[in-house]
Nanobody, 124 residues
Framework: QVQLVESGGGLVQAGGSLRLSCAASGRTVSSYGMGWFRQAPGKEREFVAAISWSGGSTLYADSVKGRFTISRDNAKNTVYLQMNSLKPEDTAVFYC?????????????????WGQGTQVTVSS
């Protein structure tokens, strides 16, 4: 069973940057697709970014394209989300998730392991 722990969230001013990390344990996720999702208060959890098992394929929500970058280090069993040019509307709890099929997809149903989330707050 894969356990995921997110870190790196916090409070930042608009225009600032944060780097989220997602550390996996329990088993290697080198064959898993990995994704980042977020949930703002009163809203549904939404897709942010995803990466294939090899890192060769990435996918982004239109709202973060050009500002966020997903990457992974399979040797460290860790996935990252670099977030630049942050906006107040990026405020949410960010979750990472693992897809055993190996692909980075935007569908929540493809992921069978989730972290507990890390809060990101962007002030205006």
């Amino acid at each position: 069973q894969v356990q995921l722990v997110e870190s790196g969230g916090g409070l930042v001013q608009a225009g600032g940057s944060l780097r989220l990390s997602c550390a996996a344990s329990g088993r290697t996720v080198s064959s898993y697709g990995m994704g980042w999702f977020r949930q703002a208060p009163g809203k549904e959890r939404e897709f942010v970014a995803a990466i294939s098992w090899s890192g060769g394929s990435t996918l982004y929500a239109d709202s973060v394209k050009g500002r966020f970058t997903i990457s992974r280090d399979n040797a460290k069993n860790t996935v990252y989300l670099q977030m630049n040019s942050l906006k107040p509307e990026d405020t949410a709890v960010f979750y990472c998730a693992a897809n055993p099929a190996g692909w980075g997809t935007p569908s929540r149903g493809d992921y069978n392991a989730w972290g507990q989330g890390t809060q990101v707050t962007v002030s205006s």
